[in-house]
Structures are given as C-alpha cells and as structure tokens.
C-alpha cells in the first residue's frame, strides 16, 4: 500500500465526547409534559464502572415563557466535553394564563429534584450540582440557589430529593424583582411582561414581588447554607442594571457567601454580552466549584 497509514491513540475512557437527548419528561403534575435536554458523556453508557459527573441545570432566558431548549446548546455541548451533564430545563409560561409565577421556578426545582432521581442514568455525581441562568432564567437560578429546600416553591414530584446547588452563575437577570419591577426609566421599559408577570390585588403583587427578589433571602444567618455565586451583567444592557449585580454581590460578601461579579463592557441584554473570555470565565468558576 502506498498510501501511509496516520495512527492515532485510541480513548477508551470516551473522553470529550457526549450524546444529546431531548425530550425527557420530568414533570407531568400541572397537566403538561415539562421536559430536559440533557447533554451528558458518552463515557456513561460504555465504561464498565460507571463514571460520574458534575451537574450544570441550565435556565435558558426566555421572558419567563416557554424558553427554547436548543438556543444554547451549543455552549451546553461544550461544557459536556469538559466533562459535566448539562441539563437545558424547560418550564411554565408564567406570561400567559398558564401559570403565574413561582410556577417557573418550582418547575426549575423539580427539574433538579428529577436529575438527582436519576443520577445513575445520566451519570450524575449529585453532591456536585450548579445551575446557570441568562435573564429571566438567571433571576430563577439566584432563587434557587438561595431557597434551597423552601417547601414554599416545591411540589409533591421526586420528593426526598434535595433542589440545593453548589454553585450559581447568573447572566443579566434581576436578582432584586422588586426594584426591577419598578425600573422606568426611558428606555428601560419591560412593562408589556412586568404587567403580565405581576397578579392579583396591590397587596398581593407587592408581596409576590418581595417573596421573587432573591437579596432578600440572603443574610449571614444562613452563610453556610449559600453556594458561590458567579453573577454578570452588561453595561450597555437595556433592561437590568448593574447594581442588579452589584448589589447582590455586595449582599452575598457581607454574609460570608462566595461570590464572584463582573461587567461586560458595552454588552448588551444577551447579544454582546457573550464572548469566549466570558464563556472562559464561566467554565473556570464551575471547575472550580464543583471538581
């Protein structure tokens, strides 16, 4: 043969490869199939002993309606090479009639619930658990990350499974709904949702947007209970602050939490907000949290 044969090093541990599958139903309580995309090791399905690996629920920004589980997955992908699952979760229209809020967020919690349910399948390690959000998704992922097991946003599915994360990275989303709520500066204007996010009487809609701002869980009573924090925002973003940011990172620091901030200069509400040395910042945070 006159061709030369290039010889590679085969990779019996599967490394950097990962398989894809959508659909997966975790929740069928409110009448409708809630389902993941799970984006997790190939290494799972073809090693004698089973490996285990860290866990990233993934909050795709969405408005608090349907999100769209593909729009990331890309990113996701890239994250199941270095070896993490990657769940992309999908929940309740809080928009529409469907169901108002918590209704996303105890869906997003019973999504963890799930996940640690079927560790074994997906070869969850469920001791290493983070969850990361963009916008809206980023405002459910400070939620949970500071209501660990509240029995005020659970529901009956998968219980005896804890919904604590390790860690939490937050993109561009309100971790104070309240002063969010009330943000008009020209410009700034999110009413169209707001309007629609916020039911029932003056009463009612005052204390559900205190019970949804996240800084309002955190104080130093409970520092042991926080998980590290990864929070960003953009400068030029149209609809959160930074003091969104700044904010809860001071809140977090002066409770004892582990918290990390930064600004993307001239980034905008998603859009130019992303980079690599912004996805670079996000992997480090999470290999340094949960391996």
Request: glycine content about 8%; hydrophobic content about 45%; charged content about 20%.
């Amino acid at each position: 043969m006159s061709v030369k044969l290039e010889h590679f090093t085969n990779n019996p541990q599967l490394e950097g490869m990962y398989q894809i599958k959508s659909g997966v139903v975790y929740s069928t309580q409110a009448g409708v199939e809630l389902t993941l995309t799970i984006a997790y090791p190939w290494a799972t399905d073809h090693a004698e002993e089973k490996p285990s690996f860290p866990l990233v629920v993934f909050i795709p920004g969405s408005g608090w309606m349907t999100p769209d589980q593909g729009w990331q997955l890309p990113q996701m992908g890239e994250l199941a090479r270095r070896g993490f699952v990657v769940a992309t979760v999908g929940h309740r229209n809080c928009v529409t009639d469907e169901a108002p809020l918590p209704a996303a967020l105890m869906d997003v919690k019973c999504a963890i619930r799930y996940l640690r349910a079927h560790a074994a399948a997906f070869g969850i390690d469920a001791e290493r658990v983070a969850v990361w959000g963009s916008s809206s998704g980023s405002h459910m992922a400070q939620l949970v990350g500071v209501t660990a097991d509240d029995p005020r946003f659970e529901t009956d599915e998968w219980a005896g499974f804890s919904d604590a994360v390790s860690a939490v990275v937050g993109c561009f989303g309100p971790s104070d709904f309240e002063a969010w709520c009330d943000y008009n500066e020209p410009g700034h204007d999110f009413d169209p949702i707001k309007g629609k996010l916020l039911v029932g009487t003056v009463e009612e809609r005052r204390a559900m947007k205190s019970s949804l701002s996240a800084i309002n869980y955190v104080n130093a009573e409970r520092s042991d209970a926080l998980p590290a924090f990864l929070l960003g925002v953009g400068t030029a973003d149209p609809w959160i602050e930074v003091t969104q940011v700044t904010r809860m990172a001071d809140a977090l620091d002066a409770a004892g939490a582990d918290v990390q901030a930064f600004v993307v200069d001239g980034g905008l509400h998603e859009a130019s907000f992303w980079s690599q040395a912004v996805l670079d910042e996000i992997w480090a945070f999470l290999d340094s949290r949960l391996r």
